[in-house]
T-cell receptor, first 110, second 113 residues
């Protein structure tokens, strides 16, 4: 079993829909990251969470430390939101390294 | 924040050859990370590079295949040696800011024929 599990793996929606991507993890963490990767390959950090909830524009990220679960929400989705969204956790034990989920490929159709 | 550049952005190489990827950061950082992303997969950590010491490699990655240099606090190189088609991937470097913020380079897309 992977230490970080994302769902769904693929998601196709119509423009304007509310999007939710989920991330569950099984290890102790110091932080959780939501990353966005566009087809060119570059990765942008959207959120870094250690507790609670953060909002940036149409994007909202939440984390429940007790349940080891995080969600990324996109409101009023737009075709430019089409990308791969990756959940990554910074593990507590050992070196300061990230463990990545498999990613969610999101396609928003106009 | 940190801005990271990588060279080359992409390359097509023949099997058996080597490619060196450069990673430049616009600020001094203690640790730099090198990742591989194989087609359709997520990122896998290759090694962590500290300035002035040997890189620390993850399980499945060895120094002979992926030698890393870290000559100063803003620069690192990763060499992919004796390449095979299985090495075709995107290679990314990243750094960690404070506290725990992650910054990634634009990636190097490598195709081995």
């Amino acid at each position: 079993k992977n230490e970080v599990e994302q769902s769904p793996q693929n998601l196709t929606a119509q423009e304007g829909e509310f999007i939710t991507i989920n991330c569950s993890y099984s290890v102790g963490i110091s932080a959780l990251h939501w990353l966005q990767q566009h087809p060119g390959g570059g990765i942008v950090s959207l959120f870094m969470l250690s507790s609670g909830k953060k909002k940036h524009g149409r994007l909202i990220a939440t984390i429940n430390i007790q349940e080891k679960h995080s969600s990324l929400h996109i409101t009023a989705s737009h075709p430019r939101d089409s990308a791969v969204y990756i959940c990554a956790v910074r593990i507590i034990q050992g070196a300061q390294k990230l463990v990545f989920g498999q990613g969610t490929r999101l396609t928003i159709n106009p | 924040s940190a801005v990271i550049s990588q060279k080359p952005s992409r390359d097509i190489c023949q099997r058996g050859t080597s490619l060196t990827i450069q990673c430049q950061v616009d600020s001094q950082v203690t640790m730099m990370f090198w990742y591989r992303q194989q087609p359709g997969q997520s990122l896998t950590l290759i090694a962590t590079a500290n300035q002035g010491s040997e890189a620390t490699y993850e399980s499945g990655f060895v120094i002979d295949k992926f030698p890393i240099s870290r000559p100063n606090l803003t620069f690192s190189t990763l060499t992919v040696s004796n390449m095979s088609p299985e090495d075709s991937s995107i290679y990314l470097c990243s750094v960690e800011g404070a506290p725990y913020e992650q910054y990634f380079g634009p990636g190097t897309r490598l195709t081995v024929t």
